[in-house]
């Protein structure tokens, strides 16, 4: 059982190089994945690379001391000529053992590779009795071996860790600025607040009944307030990168499995070449972390909190020793759960008071995740909200309002809670003289369902609660304040806006319109069409409208025709049936209903 005999230091050198090969096992095998399916709903981030071999490599080395601790060779066995080193020797066979069932282990462990948790761990052991029976054969062999491995490995680990820490934000940011051209006088900021999940009927900016939103109510004042916003698409990534380019997804081809590409112009690249330092805080770490391709254009991008929880987490033997030993769930200790309204607040906050060059004009981005399932709320606010009840999370047939209202209530508690950050935020601004100059957009990416045609949730369908969004401006010098445009306005055309209030004019960088334009807010006028669309829709329930496939719609007021790839189609009049209760399909005039048709195809083909 003692086998081998070697110093105290050689095994906790093993025992850290095999956390730092495991480590390098796991996170290979994560990009590899990641490379080859590119679901970006797998929550992946780069800095697995490094945070794997690292963790790994340091907590394997804990417990490599502690059985080097445990399993001395006795005195009467080793004698006085056999001391080497401060400590000791120790018996390299039960050292070795633990140390590469658990190595292995931490490899094979992934769901991914279809071992039931048993067989891996007798696979395991078995691959760890044959690197004990190797360790036990030629003694020069086991020393080259127990030399050169840590050697080879640590340094390797150590690389990594150079390479992320030169990759992380701060770093990045600091190389950016230094790049950027100087920036012309009298330029606004620009402030981006996307409300993730939140549609227009749960405001009370929008219905008074709803008693979500004071600060914004405030807000809205001193701003516009656009009260037919249609987003582009129901859910996020495609709004996101619509919203940020100017061009509908039509032609972004973005989807759960591909990213904004990089060919692609959007308003971060326009604004950071006109010398803004560009900042993005998110919270949505499925589709808006850096790998969706949203972070283009931004030197400073924040998704995945760098906590020593989230880093303790990246590999399976020390998330598993951590989960144990560690409030992981506490902050700053918090792993990979997303970041609430005041987290992403702050962040934002602390990165605008330490910015380099405060003279310089900023445009930062900040996404909110609070709305979006599973609607955590602090109960002081789910309190003020009836009825009361958990939240339904289960998709089920035909769910009416009814059985949603205490989802509905949590989903509002969740609104009512962003609300609270945004008055802080409008307030922290005033407090450092920044409110009067810069231009503030508050909107969402897209709404949420709650039994409306016996649907929950989004992504599902183009019905007004999941593409009828918030919108509002607010920049004092320009935007006239205390106005609602009831006029219906596509999210597309926000970069086009924000390079017109930037500019003075539309210089045509970025397509579309400007929504400021007084020709195009009056009443009067021929309202616009409007197109959303839901392409690829990701294993619909067989009750979804996109069980039939892609979804497309053209919205112009006061009609919403729906329609899918097998040709069913959908047509209400918004203003007699909000509700969108009654399809006039089979009794609208053929005319009206061929002609919304045809500006359908027209938008759905159109290229940037």
Request: glycine share 8%; charged share 20%.
């Amino acid at each position: 059982w003692n086998g081998a005999q070697v110093p105290f230091a050689a095994v906790v050198a093993l025992g850290a190089a095999l956390g730092g090969l495991a480590g390098m096992a796991e996170s290979a095998h994560l990009a590899l994945r990641h490379l080859i399916e590119g679901n970006l709903a797998r929550s992946f981030s780069w800095d697995i690379v490094w945070m794997a071999p690292a963790s790994a490599a340091l907590v394997f080395g804990l417990l490599a001391v502690l059985l080097a601790i445990a399993f001395p060779v006795p005195r009467d066995a080793r004698g006085a000529a056999l001391q080497s080193g401060r400590f000791g020797l120790v018996a390299l066979t039960p050292c070795l053992f633990v140390l590469a069932v658990l190595a292995a282990y931490s490899v094979l462990q992934d769901p991914h590779f279809g071992l039931y948790r048993w067989s891996a761990w007798l696979l395991s052991l078995g691959l760890a009795v044959l690197a004990v029976r190797a360790a036990a054969g030629p003694r020069e062999r086991t020393a080259r071996v127990m030399k050169w491995t840590p050697r080879v490995v640590l340094p390797a680990v150590a690389l990594l860790v150079i390479g992320g820490l030169w990759d992380l934000p701060v770093p990045r940011e600091r190389r950016a600025l230094a790049a950027l051209a100087a920036a012309d006088a009298g330029q606004p900021n620009v402030l981006l607040l996307v409300l993730d999940t939140v549609r227009a009927a749960s405001l009370g900016l929008y219905d008074p009944s709803r008693h979500t939103t004071p600060n914004l109510e405030r807000l809205a004042t001193r701003g516009t307030v656009f009260d037919w916003a249609i987003a582009t698409a129901p859910w996020t990534l495609p709004s996101h990168a619509s919203m940020f380019t100017g061009v509908y997804p039509t032609a972004l081809e973005v989807d759960y499995n591909v990213p904004l590409a990089e060919h692609h112009l959007t308003l971060a690249e326009v604004l950071r070449d006109r010398g803004y330092a560009t900042a993005g805080f998110v919270a949505n770490m499925a589709y808006a972390t850096r790998i969706s391709g949203l972070a283009q254009g931004f030197a400073r991008y924040e998704d995945w909190p760098m906590t020593w929880g989230r880093f303790i987490e990246s590999s399976w033997f020390s998330r598993t020793v951590g989960r144990k030993l560690l409030p992981l769930s506490k902050y700053p200790w918090r792993g990979a759960r997303r970041k609430n309204a005041e987290e992403n607040v702050d962040d934002f906050l602390h990165w605008l008071d330490a910015r380099r060059g405060p003279d310089r004009p900023f445009f930062a981005f900040l996404n909110f995740i609070d709305a979006h399932d599973p609607y955590a709320t602090p109960p002081r606010l789910r309190a003020r909200f009836e009825p009361p009840g958990p939240p339904v999370l289960r998709k089920r047939e035909h769910i009416t309002e009814a059985d949603l209202a205490s989802t509905r209530a949590s989903y509002e508690a969740s609104i009512a809670l962003i609300d609270e950050q945004l008055g802080r935020l409008v307030g922290e601004l005033e407090q450092r003289k920044l409110f009067e100059h810069t231009l503030i957009i508050v909107v969402s990416d897209h709404g949420e369902q709650f039994g409306e045609h016996g649907l929950q949730f989004h992504g599902n369908s183009l019905y007004l609660p999941l593409i009828h969004v918030p919108l509002m401006l607010v920049y004092p010098p320009t935007v006239p304040g205390g106005v609602r445009v009831r006029r219906p306005v596509s999210l597309r055309d926000l970069s086009a806006t924000v390079m017109q209030v930037v500019t003075g004019g539309l210089d045509g960088t970025l397509p579309g319109r400007s929504i400021l334009d007084p020709a195009l807010q009056g009443d009067t006028a021929r309202p616009a069409p409007l197109l959303s669309l839901r392409e690829k829709p990701y294993q619909p329930k067989r009750w979804e409208p996109s069980v039939g496939g892609s979804l497309w719609s053209v919205f112009q007021y006061p009609y919403h025709l729906i329609r899918d790839s097998r040709g069913r189609q959908e047509l209400y009049r918004v203003d007699l049936d909000p509700a969108e209760s009654q399809n006039l399909v089979a009794s609208a005039d053929s005319l009206l209903l061929m002609g919304l048709g045809r500006t359908l195809d027209s938008l759905a083909s159109e290229r940037p």
